[in-house]
């Protein structure tokens, strides 16, 4: 709402300002508002992107349940910022038989992906795979699933 009426009254300034021959004051007003609208937006835009986005509880359900030398499989890719959370090394795998094969056997890792994939990689995994734990990562519901390697 702060951010559309910056725009508003800045337009009805400039347009103003231009109506009445006063051009330059048109084009400071315009400079002065546009560096107004940048400064809210860039203090607004990072905690509405990390609360959006955030994915550090997934991490850290997924890192506790992989060792230090364990894999984390993203399937089909992982947004960058879970390297920074999981402190584990992630494989990013495409194909859902390649991860089906992976997931054919117990592992000390574990994977993560959206609901639907993990809907249907499940039926072609073992039965100790399991749900770990759920969360939204922006619009879609993400998974960490993992085995119980014994």
Do not use: Q
């Not at 009805?12 to 002065?32: P, S």
């Not at 994977?111 to 922006?138: K, Q």
């Amino acid at each position: 709402a702060l951010i559309v009426g910056l725009v508003a009254t800045a337009a009805a300034a400039v347009a103003l300002a231009a109506h009445r021959g006063a051009f330059t004051a048109a084009a400071v007003g315009a400079a002065v508002s546009v560096g107004i609208l940048l400064t809210v937006v860039g203090a607004t835009y990072p905690p509405r992107y990390a609360r959006h986005f955030d994915v550090r509880e997934l991490a850290a359900v997924a890192a506790s349940h992989t060792p230090a030398d364990g894999v984390v499989i993203g399937h089909p890719d992982l947004r960058l910022s879970y390297d920074f959370y999981l402190r584990r090394r992630v494989v990013e795998i495409g194909a859902p038989d390649a991860v089906a094969r992976k997931l054919a056997a117990p592992s000390r890792g574990v994977l993560i992906t959206t609901r639907e994939r993990w809907a249907a990689l499940a039926p072609r995994t073992l039965p100790s795979w399991r749900v770990l734990a759920t969360g939204f990562v922006a619009d879609r519901e993400m998974v960490v699933v993992g085995s119980d390697p014994r």
